[in-house]
């Protein structure tokens, strides 16, 4: 039962260079989340998907595209990476709408562009 | 823009003394969740406490509980007894419509010993 799963853990790529992140989760939800978290301005939501195959853009949307191909993954991908997407990406899954919903993230992924 | 807001970056509280970490926010939602969260060095995101918009009693879990005021959109969380473990980064989170949670600046608390 590994909850969320998010890989790779690190990655260090060149400016323009593309990646994708995956998340898997197993807990069966339909909400699943990316933010990205930099010193000084906490966790920034980037896109949030509410079910399969629907997506919707959050607070820092430029220069990502996401893919919700099924319940349980979600992958955000850098088409060309810059220095300022530098950061620690968290997916997430989960709610808020009733008594015992809350968020559960990854463990995060350290990405560093050069 | 970020409609959570934590005014204070950093504080510090002698250990077994009470803390309070301030959040304000805003939300569309009629009825909602409020949450803090905990972040520890491990980077692990932990749930503290959860508000629900509707009740009027303040939360409360062991040494945690929140002053929520729901028409001044404020939502603080009490640390009492400190302790060296609750040194970490503290999230306020508000959902901002549309399932979409959001989640304030931070608050690094010290734990003095």
């Known amino acids: 039962n590994a909850g969320v799963t998010q890989t790779p853990k690190f990655q260090v790529l060149k400016t323009g260079q593309s990646m994708t992140l995956q998340c898997a989760q197993d807990?069966?939800?339909?909400?699943m989340y990316w933010y990205r978290q930099d010193p000084g301005m906490g966790l920034r939501l980037i896109y949030y998907?509410?079910?399969?195959?629907?997506?919707d853009k959050g607070e820092v949307p430029n220069g990502y595209n996401v893919s919700r191909l099924n319940k349980r993954e979600f992958s955000l991908r850098l088409e060309s990476a810059a220095p300022s997407q530098t950061s620690v990406y968290f997916c997430?899954?989960?709610?808020?709408?009733?008594?015992?919903?809350?968020?559960?993230f990854g463990s995060g992924t350290q990405l560093s562009v050069l | 823009a970020q409609t959570v807001t934590q005014s204070q970056p950093e504080m510090s509280v002698q250990e077994a003394e009470t803390v309070t970490l301030s959040c304000t926010y805003d939300?569309?939602?009629?009825?909602?969740?409020l949450f803090w969260y905990k972040q520890p060095p491990s980077r692990q995101m932990i749930l503290v406490i959860r508000?629900?918009?509707?009740?009027?009693q303040n939360a409360t879990e062991n040494r945690f509980s929140v002053n929520f005021q729901k028409a001044a959109k404020s939502f603080s969380l009490k640390i009492s007894d400190s302790q060296l473990g609750d040194a970490a980064m503290y999230f306020c989170?508000?959902?901002?419509?549309?399932?979409?949670?959001?989640f304030g600046k931070g608050t690094r608390l010290h734990i003095l010993p």
């Open positions: 939300t569309s939602e009629s009825d909602y969740y």
């Open positions: 997430a899954t989960g709610g808020w709408r009733t008594t015992n919903e809350k968020l559960f």
């Open positions: 508000q629900e918009a509707y009740k009027q």
């Open positions: 989170a508000s959902p901002l419509r549309d399932d979409k949670i959001i």
């Open positions: 807990m069966n939800h339909n909400s």
């Open positions: 998907s509410a079910s399969e195959g629907t997506t």
